[in-house]
């Protein structure tokens, strides 16, 4: 059975950081992109930031880029996500998904990650 657990949220001032995990269980961790995705109340679950197979290559949307950083270790079976300076506008529930991929890309898409974890709350005050 497939688990992904995000952890590390919580309230944050802006100018501090703020590290999430995403720790997964039941799959071949190197075999999978990971993404993060961010869900504010009454909108819909925008991308953040995705990494590939082996970290290599990782993308950021331009709301967070410069402030935010992915990264991952296979061994351990986890994702991180690094926010720095938040801003209110970070505010929302940060989910983390998988998606199995042959090529040592990342993934934009949310509808194309099979697996997701059930959240984690950041809110991000000023």
């Known amino acids: 059975q497939v688990q992904l657990v995000e952890s590390g949220g919580g309230l944050v001032q802006s100018g501090a950081s703020l590290r999430l995990s995403c720790t997964a269980s039941?799959?071949?961790?190197?075999?999978?992109?990971i993404g993060w995705f961010r869900q504010a109340p009454g909108t819909e679950r925008d991308f953040v930031a995705s990494?590939?197979?082996?970290?290599?290559?990782?993308y950021y949307s331009e709301d967070v880029k410069g402030r935010f950083t992915i990264s991952r270790d296979n061994a351990k079976m986890t994702a991180f996500l690094q926010m720095d300076n938040p801003k209110p506008e970070d505010t929302a529930v940060y989910y983390c998904?998988?998606?199995?991929?042959?090529?040592?890309?990342?993934?934009?898409?949310?509808?194309?990650?099979?697996?997701w974890g059930r959240g984690t709350e950041v809110t991000a005050s000023t």
């Open positions: 039941g799959l071949a961790f190197g075999n999978y992109v």
């Open positions: 998904g998988a998606v199995e991929k042959s090529v040592d890309r990342t993934t934009v898409t949310a509808q194309l990650y099979g697996y």
């Open positions: 990494i590939s197979r082996s970290g290599k290559n990782v």
